[in-house]
């Protein structure tokens, strides 16, 4: 957890951490709120991120944005217009907000819907529906990354 940090450091520290990591080696570097309700993270490999990671508990979500409070260190101060994590923010929240009729369903039926519209818009979304029934959506780093 390098919320701490100061952004400019933040990349140093990961070269840090990631030169140890064997070539199929993964850091995980995040941050949740205190009961773990609402996460996020980054998937580090050697040669640097490799994936973004949101992970909420869908129960009482009312917009997926909310995991701006808990980004990395490394977007937190990026979640501005202009910027690829602002960006993917603002898609997911339309996204949760056009399925909203889906919520008749249950949650986790809405979230699943708001990553396929997500994919289906072009969006490198990783893993599959047991993934996402859980709560989470991992993208490529490049999605996210600071322009």
């Known amino acids: 957890m390098l919320r701490q940090y100061d952004e400019h450091e933040v990349a140093a520290a990961w070269a ?3 030169a140890r990591l064997q070539p199929e080696g993964l850091l ?6 205190e009961l773990g309700r609402i996460a996020s993270w980054v998937g580090l490999g050697p040669d640097g991120p490799r994936t973004f990671t949101i992970s909420l508990r ?7 944005s909310i995991v701006a409070e808990r980004l990395p260190k490394a977007l937190i101060h990026r979640n501005v217009a202009g910027e690829r994590i602002h960006r993917l923010l603002g898609d997911l929240d339309r996204a949760w907000a056009t399925h909203s009729p889906l919520a008749v369903y249950g949650p986790v ?3 699943i819907a708001s ?3 997500l994919r289906a818009a072009g969006l490198a979304v990783h893993d599959s529906r047991a ?3 859980l709560g989470e959506l991992t993208v490529d780093w490049a999605a996210v990354a600071p322009g």
Do not use: I, K, S
């Open 131 to 133: 993934r996402w029934r």
């Open 16 to 18: 840090t951490m990631c």
């Open 109 to 111: 039926q809405r979230w």
């Open 28 to 33: 995980v570097e995040g941050t949740c709120d």
């Open 115 to 117: 990553v396929e519209t």
């Open 58 to 64: 869908l129960a009482e979500l009312e917009a997926p």
